[in-house]
């Protein structure tokens, strides 16, 4: 984590407090998941609400996520359903239908890459299709509450 990580993000947080805030990150090893790490730290205001709905899944990745502890009890606990649940995306979608994304457009963190890491584990099934959560129709359900942006 970068010093700095924990004042930026706080300081987005009170900004927009019905929103989580990710960051950019740095991987490691550096030649880990590249398109993805490129994907994640790229994208666009707009593109961090739309983009959810493709396979990468969140667009601001979960050990970067900031919001506080009120926000998180509003939104809902994670799901603590056992081994293949994919409980950051199920709680970033909850998230998404009352609150926003916003993203601190600075490499704040360093992740880490682990082969054996528990994303593996996640089961297909279990994971929301794009019709079965909610019927995504241009992100019409998600317009009038969501907030996207940079910061």
């Known amino acids: 984590m970068m010093p700095q990580r924990v004042r930026l993000q706080l300081e987005a947080a009170v900004r927009h407090p019905t929103s989580i805030v990710g960051c950019q990150v740095r991987r490691e090893p550096p030649n880990s998941t590249e ?5 994640i730290n790229r994208l ?5 609400l739309m ?4 396979s990468n899944g969140p667009t601001v990745v979960m050990p970067t996520w900031f919001c506080s502890r009120a926000w998180f009890s509003h939104v809902g606990p ?12 199920l709680l970033f979608y909850n998230h998404l239908r009352k609150g926003g994304v916003r993203r601190v457009d600075q490499s704040l963190l360093l992740y ?3 082969p ?3 994303t593996h584990s ?5 994971v929301p299709s794009r019709g079965g959560w909610g019927a995504v129709d241009s ?12 910061n």
């Not at 398109?35 to 994907?39: A, D, E, K, L």
Request: hydrophobic share 35%; glycine share 14%.
């Open 78 to 89: 994670f799901d603590e359903g056992g081994q293949g649940v994919p409980e950051d995306l």
């Open 116 to 118: 054996s890491g528990a």
């Open 112 to 114: 880490r890459y682990h």
């Open 35 to 39: 398109r993805y790490t490129r994907w």
């Open 122 to 126: 996640v089961l297909e099934y279990a």
């Open 139 to 150: 992100g019409d359900w998600l317009r009038p509450r969501v907030q996207c942006g940079v």
């Open 51 to 54: 983009q959810v709905f493709t």
């Open 44 to 48: 666009a205001p707009g593109q961090l």
